[in-house]
């Protein structure tokens, strides 16, 4: 079924089916609005002409289907040999179909040169790329040891990899040297592995499970071939991460989301997701015990979305339905880029067992949960408003995109501390989160729905001025609070010529000061003033060969005097007016000075394509050098270097 965006149309409705049962496990769709299918059947499938297997060799056999997008015809349908099923598919770029399933038969057609031909034993997970047209396999492969072996989700990227995501009891489960972990924990692991582009080779392959019964049911890849899985488990000894959302068990079982690296080696993050309160739901097939995780969908900035079944106590954050219904509902929960917190997490269920078996993040905006239902008050509100009376029914739920509008993009605040308000405007049902990048702000409020506030608290500044942001749903918001200083002075020292001369130092002040110097050759100090004010000052000429250096001292904040030597000693230093600066992850620019005796010569560079040079390339003596920074859509901090004449000045920006 094909549905208008907003699901109040059905675009085409279509059985697609024999005579015999058929059961339809996965679906995806290419960027011509084909849909391609999955599942298995017990004979009579409707196949194509031409197609790699019109019969079936043994049933239930698995189907691979694609569907044209107008939903009127077949483009494609054909058996996979061997008895098991379709339990995931994706298409690439060019219309080719990856599946994946399992089969508890040695008779499963493998091609030439795959990484694994010979069946292992117990129930083998399978692999298999066809070709667009479905006429032949490009590759088929085994995926297993001598134990059961489910394969559960796959995921393609651009260069034709495949990462699949499933369980495993065998022991002796291919795993690769290298992979971040190579045995069995447990009585049943999960498991994530990579497959190269020809099907022949693994990438890596690794367990990922504690001591007891773990599966993974879902997998999502970012743009970096970082996958992220999730899963359930009942092992108290699961891996999690340091700052891991959730690094404790709940209950006796839990979902859980585990963020690999690019290599397989490592885990980013990993957290168990659920509570302390269980649950089971039944459908015709299986049985639903919460908490667990069944599917997952990552976004542009890296946050993962998860969908799955949840008991009484799973962690919620700007929940739609703030306490569940039933004897189990269905959940969807979103987690940020470093698995450290939940901005978003909520029920979806009534009276009865709810169960969310799949999740997707839409390209035209909004989160999509499909699942099943034995409620008869789920609230909906769309195509379909009453039940059609069977004992379970499927269900739909698009949740928007929510935008939201700040009150202000920043203010100045005073030196001393105080605690304010922010106003922020949202639709109903939207929630936000929030977060800030320094220690002095003060969050009192984290998370909300809809219109609100946040309340924050600003530390009194005994310092120099300083910067920091709030950020609310990815907007912004600049606090910029002014000296707590007494005195400022307007930079910190200086270059001067060999010939000396008079000079003016300029002083921000709301106090008296004094002025004194430390060397005879710095002469004519005004002594003394109050507020703001100039101190004038007179530099004898420096006949040696050497530079010298001399300070000038306001009421305990120091002005560095450095003076050059003659022409015959002239040795070029270069300083820079601060050390380092950071972004928020919107970007910005800024300035630095640099300060060098008068006829030294010196380029600017940048180590990383985000930091940019917009002025100063190069100068001579003392100049100011530009530079601004791009947004980061990175999902982690990041870092760079301004590089000056051998002077390295460090920027940093937030996710």
């Not at 970012?222 to 991460?241: H, I, K, M, R």
Request: proline fraction near 4%; hydrophobic fraction near 35%.
């Amino acid at each position: 079924m094909k549905l208008n965006p907003t699901m109040t149309t059905i675009l085409y409705s279509t059985y697609l089916g024999g005579s015999f049962p058929d059961y339809g496990r996965a679906i995806t769709v290419d960027s011509t609005g084909a849909a391609y299918i999955t599942g298995s059947s017990i004979g009579r499938f409707p196949t194509t002409t031409g197609a790699f297997r019109e019969l079936a060799s043994v049933t239930p056999a698995p189907f691979v289907a694609k569907l044209d997008p107008s939903g009127a015809a077949l483009s494609y349908a054909t058996y996979l040999d061997g008895a098991g099923a379709g339990m995931a598919i994706a298409v690439d770029s060019g219309g080719s179909a990856y599946v994946a399933g399992s089969t508890y038969t040695a008779t499963f057609t493998t091609t030439t040169g795959a990484f694994q031909r010979t069946y292992a034993g117990g129930t083998d997970g399978f692999v298999v790329k066809l070709n667009p047209t479905g006429s032949s396999q490009v590759y088929s492969t085994f995926l297993g040891g001598s134990s059961e072996d489910q394969i559960t989700g796959i995921r393609v990227d651009s260069s034709g990899a495949a990462y699949v995501a499933g369980f495993t009891s065998s022991t002796d489960f291919p795993a690769t040297a290298g992979a971040y972990r190579n045995a069995n924990s447990g009585s049943t692991d999960a498991f994530v592995t990579k497959i190269n582009s020809a099907g022949s080779a693994l990438v890596y392959s690794t367990f990922l499970g504690g001591s007891n019964v773990d599966r993974a049911h879902g997998i999502d890849i970012n743009s970096s071939g970082e996958a992220y899985v999730a899963g359930q488990t009942y092992s108290s000894s699961f891996p999690t991460t340091a700052g891991a959302f959730r690094a404790s068990h709940g209950g006796a079982a839990d979902g859980f989301v585990t963020r690999l690296n690019a290599a397989g080696s490592g885990l980013l993050y990993s957290t168990f997701l659920g509570g302390a309160g269980t649950c089971l739901v039944n459908d015709p097939f299986r049985q639903y015990i919460c908490d667990g995780a069944f599917s997952i969908s990552v976004d542009s900035t890296a946050q993962a979305w998860v969908a799955g079944i949840a008991g009484p106590g799973f962690p919620l954050s700007g929940a739609i339905q703030p306490s569940p219904g039933g004897s189990g509902d269905a959940f969807v929960a979103q987690l940020n880029a470093s698995g450290t917190s939940l901005p978003f997490s909520t029920y979806i269920g009534g009276g009865g067992g709810d169960v969310a078996l799949s999740v997707a993040v839409s390209g035209s905006g909004g989160t999509i949960v499909a699942g099943f239902t034995n409620s008869t008050d789920l609230p909906v509100n769309s195509l379909q408003t009453t039940r059609g009376g069977g004992g379970a029914e499927g269900f739909l739920s698009l949740l928007s995109t929510c935008s939201v509008t700040l009150g202000s993009s920043g203010s100045f605040f005073p030196k001393t501390a105080g605690a304010y308000l922010l106003d922020v405007s949202s639709a109903p049902g939207c929630a936000w989160s929030t977060s800030t990048d320094a220690s002095w702000v003060a969050l009192n409020t984290t998370a909300g729905v809809g219109n609100g506030q946040v309340s924050y608290t600003v530390a009194a500044n005994a310092g120099p001025s300083r910067t920091a942001h709030i950020t609310v749903a990815g907007q912004t918001y600049t606090i910029q609070q002014v000296t707590g200083q007494c005195i400022t002075l307007a930079n910190t020292g200086s270059w001067f010529p060999q010939s000396g001369g008079a000079y003016n130092l300029q002083v921000f002040a709301s106090c008296p000061w004094t002025a004194s110097v430390n060397v005879n050759w710095i002469t004519g100090v005004t002594p003394a003033g109050s507020g703001d004010g100039v101190i004038q000052f007179t530099l004898a000429a420096n006949n040696s060969s050497s530079s010298r250096t001399g300070q000038i001292d306001v009421s305990g904040s120091t002005y560095t005097v450095n003076q050059v030597g003659g022409p015959a000693g002239l040795s070029c230093s270069y300083s820079l007016s601060r050390g380092s600066d950071s972004f928020a992850s919107g970007g910005g620019s800024s300035s630095l000075l640099v300060s060098t005796q008068n006829g030294c010569q010196w380029t600017t560079s940048t180590n990383s394509s985000w930091l940019a040079i917009t002025a100063g390339l190069a100068g001579s003596g003392e100049g100011v050098i530009g530079y601004s920074a791009d947004r980061n859509t990175s999902g982690a901090v990041r870092s760079a270097a301004v590089n000056v004449a051998g002077q390295s000045f460090v920027v940093t920006q937030s996710p």
